[in-house]
């Protein structure tokens, strides 16, 4: 297999993160700094901000979810995946999975992570949720991690989440709380989709975070 993180070395400040996820080690590729990223005429144009280059403790709560949900051949769906840790604990999990995002740097990062942790070849696919595909499918677990970080996110996630998520499928989204995600169980109740919400607390070098876990489904399944 040709190596796919060589291009990234060249373009990218990169550093190595080492994560467990359920008893398994990932080593995880990212840009070192996402805030030397920010291209201010893409924020000027689009704005768009670099988050998919972070690892946040949201993704570490969704992966831990993931991996312990092993099940093969069930079709995953991965909004937002950024440099790819919750697409590869479902992928190391046996989910047929496809990660997605806006930036396709991320979608680089994703492939490279895969390929690093012994994963294979990973599906992925740029995904603009204001202008969704008409052929993207119905997945049996929509998943994302911190995608909420902006208002107009809630109504887009959910959207996406209808779009979909097939009729007796599940989706899975963690948020650190954002004020800006105060409206989503709202947005998803609005399209007639079932919410439940809980708390998950996890640590990250030293810090403690709190998790909202939202657990979404059709009206009747």
């Not at 492939?111 to 595909?133: S, Y």
Request: charged share 30%; aromatic share 8%.
């Amino acid at each position: 297999m040709v190596p796919v993180a060589a291009p990234l070395h060249e373009r990218f400040d990169i550093a190595t993160v080492e994560v467990s996820i359920a008893g398994r080690r990932y080593e995880l590729l990212k840009p070192r700094d996402a805030d030397a990223l920010l291209d201010e005429e893409e924020f000027e144009h689009d704005d768009r901000i670099p988050y998919w280059a972070e690892l946040w403790p949201s993704a570490r709560v969704l992966a831990e979810l993931l991996a312990k949900q092993a099940d093969c051949n069930r079709r995953l769906i991965e909004l937002g995946c950024g440099v790819g840790l919750a697409s590869l604990a479902a992928q190391a999990a046996g989910f047929d999975v496809l990660a997605t995002d806006y930036y396709d740097d991320a979608l680089d990062f994703v492939r490279a992570n895969a390929q690093r942790n012994q994963l294979g070849e990973i599906a992925t696919r740029m995904v603009d949720w204001r202008h969704l595909p008409d052929d993207l499918g119905r997945f049996d677990l929509v998943v994302a991690a911190d995608v909420l970080y902006e208002r107009p996110n809630s109504a887009l996630v959910a959207a996406t989440i209808l779009h979909s998520l097939a009729a007796h499928g599940e989706a899975l989204v963690t948020d650190p709380r954002r004020g800006a995600a105060a409206g989503f169980a709202d947005e998803c109740r609005r399209r007639e989709l079932l919410v439940r919400q809980s708390e998950i607390p996890i640590m990250v070098d030293g810090k403690d975070y709190t998790i909202d876990l939202y657990r979404i489904s059709r009206s009747g399944s």
